[in-house]
């Protein structure tokens, strides 16, 4: 027994000096998965200098020759300094309409200070992963923030003027006029010039925006024509709040004095049932006849079923106030993403504005042409300057009517006439956007 442990013994030790020389003869390299980081110390002069270089001010006198923009492509000398400088203005611009002003600041604001950060170089707020990016991507890129803002516009709608005098609807259809007189516009600029090339697609998305309607806008432009999505919106949206400035002189030269002075008789009572069975109806025939316009016209139709259903006031009250509000703020800012000024000072986003100033005027015209119109049979008769409400800017068209109508008769309240045009351009618009989405998609 004594034996073997000592035998055992010396087996052990003969290993264990066997491997201690192995382990001299082949070293086992240890691999750090660290990486050593190694810093150059600089001159302070020097680091300085990097650091003016890197200023706002630097950037705009001395460019980066290879910055690129989110879509890859190198931005112009212009655009990457002038072209920022104005745009900046531009926003300032809208700044003092919106505060000064008082025009729209709901949309406003938000629109133009998203335009004041895209343009701040460096920063790169527009990029995939950049506040302003993040923003578009989230909601306006995959249609979410228009269908939210409709929701939100229908349980603050009453149809209640609508159903009281059904004829005030086809002033809101007249109105629509103009977004086929700009998709003909589109169409013929394409056909007779040769700096513009816009497809039927992009020519349908376009076209919405002679509706002045901005959910709408966004949605058909994300369906035909992603790629002028940004242009279509700033466009839709600026119009919307340009709408005090637009409307009032076309009003003024189409009508007469005694027009405007017009009363209208007073609304007959809507009972609550007819509000129940009003958007349950309409969008029983959305589905029937128009499935493409589904998504907008139902989730305006439901945002107001919840409204007129009495019984879910919370959600009423979400929907009216916290929840457009949340997604107003986040939908400017994700326009005003798009008023960079290698995107929006470009021969494309300017002939876009243009055909929506000129689309919207002949919208506005043929609403109060129509009521001239239905004025010539008998029956009672319209104001003309409802006419105007026609289009889809809601409920700030309707707000204007009646503006212009006091300025000539204080007493002469047209606000409640004007809402009915008002909330049947918002169906009208709607429903030419799944007429282009249906033909052209």
């Known amino acids: 027994m004594k034996s073997f442990v000592i035998k055992l013994l010396a087996l052990f030790t003969l290993f264990a000096f066997t491997s201690a020389f192995a382990s001299a003869e082949a070293p086992v390299e240890k691999v750090s998965s660290h990486q050593e980081e190694t810093y150059k110390s600089q001159p302070f002069i020097k680091m300085i200098g990097g650091f003016l270089e890197s200023t706002g001010i630097a950037v705009f006198i001395n460019p980066d020759p290879d910055e690129v923009n989110i879509h890859g492509d190198k931005i112009s000398n212009f655009n990457k300094s002038w072209g920022r400088i104005i745009m900046i203005l531009i926003t300032f611009l809208l700044f003092y309409l919106a505060i000064a002003k008082g025009f729209e600041p709901l949309l406003l604001l938000p629109i133009a200070f998203g335009g004041f950060l895209v343009n701040i170089p460096v920063a790169d707020m527009a990029g995939p992963h950049g506040f302003l990016g993040v923003i578009y991507n989230m909601g306006l ?11 939100g516009v229908g349980a603050m709608t009453d149809f209640g003027p609508l159903l009281s005098n059904p004829k005030t609807a086809l002033l809101g259809g007249a109105a629509q006029f103009g977004i086929f007189g700009t998709l003909v516009g589109a169409v013929a600029l394409s056909q007779y010039t040769d700096i513009f090339d816009f497809t039927l697609k992009q020519a349908s998305a376009i076209s919405i925006i002679g509706g002045a309607d901005g959910p709408t806008s966004i949605f058909i432009a994300s369906r035909l024509a992603p790629e002028l999505l940004g242009a ?12 005090p400035i637009i409307q009032p002189p076309i009003m003024k030269l189409l009508t007469t004095d005694k027009e405007r002075r017009m009363r209208m008789t007073t609304l007959r009572h809507v009972s609550r049932l007819e509000k129940l069975v009003f958007p349950i109806l309409v969008l029983v025939l959305a589905i029937l006849v128009l499935p493409e316009s589904t998504p907008l016209i139902g989730a305006f139709m439901f945002g107001n079923f919840l409204k007129e259903s009495g019984v879910v006031e919370r959600l009423n009250d979400t929907l009216q106030n916290s929840l457009i509000n949340i997604t107003t703020i986040f939908l400017g800012l994700g326009v005003g993403s798009k008023l960079a000024a290698d995107q929006f000072l470009i021969p494309e986003t300017m002939a876009i504005l243009a055909l929506g100033i000129v689309a919207f005027s002949v919208g506005t015209a043929a609403g109060v042409l129509m009521a001239k119109f239905m004025n010539l049979f008998p029956g009672h008769k319209i104001n003309p300057l409802i006419g105007s409400a026609g289009v889809s800017a809601v409920p700030m068209a309707a707000r204007v009517s009646n503006k212009v109508g006091m300025e000539y008769d204080r007493t002469n309240m047209l606000l409640m006439h004007a809402m009915g045009p008002n909330v049947a351009g918002v169906i009208g618009s709607a429903v030419a956007a799944g007429v282009m989405i249906s033909i052209f998609k």
């Open 141 to 151: 890129a995959n249609e979410f923030f228009p269908i939210v803002i409709f929701m």
């Open 232 to 243: 279509i919106a700033v466009a839709s949206y600026s119009y919307m709040a340009m709408v």
